[in-house]
């Protein structure tokens, strides 16, 4: 077996436990031994539709989803949902509440303003997203509120969410089952499933019912949660493999411990990059330190003009996927579940290492 041999890094699609990678690309060529290949099975057999409860149910045990809500497997990325949700809960004559805290925070009110007004509650576009904003005025007469959980773009991330007595909102596409959240809390929570679930192509969506019940208006059918939910996400042809391997995912998770006991290794590795980053002369974090996210870490080196040499002497080292997102610049770590601390010590000994070669001069 010769996968994975680099540090991956990559924000997203993402590494995946090699066992994983194993089990799926086994299913591809016979699945549980039934002379089938999962990319050939209907979606109705009985042996996917247990695929489907199964996944269910590891989403609600690890996740501690509250029985009154909806577990929901679509398609479109994160980036439908950022239509979707104001297409179901936003009315016409009323206002939601955003914030914008990065990139994909702009984008989802972009996408709002197609269905309503938009009152943006709160920016750190004047700091250049490197924090979580303040939360101003929100009244109980708006629809909703909005926000990102971890912005993996810009490396901030929220650890305290709002109570502002209207439905509570958020993309949680890349720090979902990285850290305990209190699933509780929310109305609907959305996630695309290549940041920490699994492969692309599957979208997951938790949704209090009690909000489903609100939406009074007609929605088309591809657009609406109730009908996905009436129809245990099997209203059309599901995303089948990235279902199947974003189950396997769950139960590797499961047997490492949870997200509890994989949030402290989080903790752990990410410690560990922000201190060699605070420590090493040539680099400086780009998050102020109270917002740092544990999952994207952002950070740039003091002298821009030796970022593209330290990027090929990282590369020779085998890390791969650290250069920083084309507008943001400089380079971005993610540590997903799956990256082992070990990788993450490879990269603080390849900065010690640059440090040692290129540093005081
Ligand atoms: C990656 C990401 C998205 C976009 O996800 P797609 O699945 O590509 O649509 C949205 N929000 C956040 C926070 C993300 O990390």
Redesign the pocket.
Known sequence: MTIQTKHNFG??PCILPASVLEQAAEAVKNWDNSGLSILEVSHRSPKFEEVVVKTEALVRELLEVPEDYAVLFLQ???????SMIPQNFLQKHQKAAYTDA?L?GE??IKEAKYFGEVEVVGSSAGEGYAMIPEIGSVTKDMAYFHC??????EGTEMFSFPELGIPLIC????DIFSRVMPIGQFDLVY?????NMGP?GM?LVLVKNELLDTVKHPVPSMSDYRIYRDNQSMFNTPPVYSIFVAMLNMQWLKARGGVAQIEKENIAKAALLYAEIDRNPLFYGMAVKEHRSRVNICFKMHDQTKEEDFLSFATDRGMVGIKGYRTVGGFRASLYNALQIDSVKALVACMQDYEKQHGNN
């Open positions: 924000a997203g479109g990325g994160a980036s439908t949902q950022f990065g994909f984008k989802s990102t959980s971890n912005n993996t773009i993309d949680m596409s890349s996630a695309g499933a290549q940041k692309a979208t």
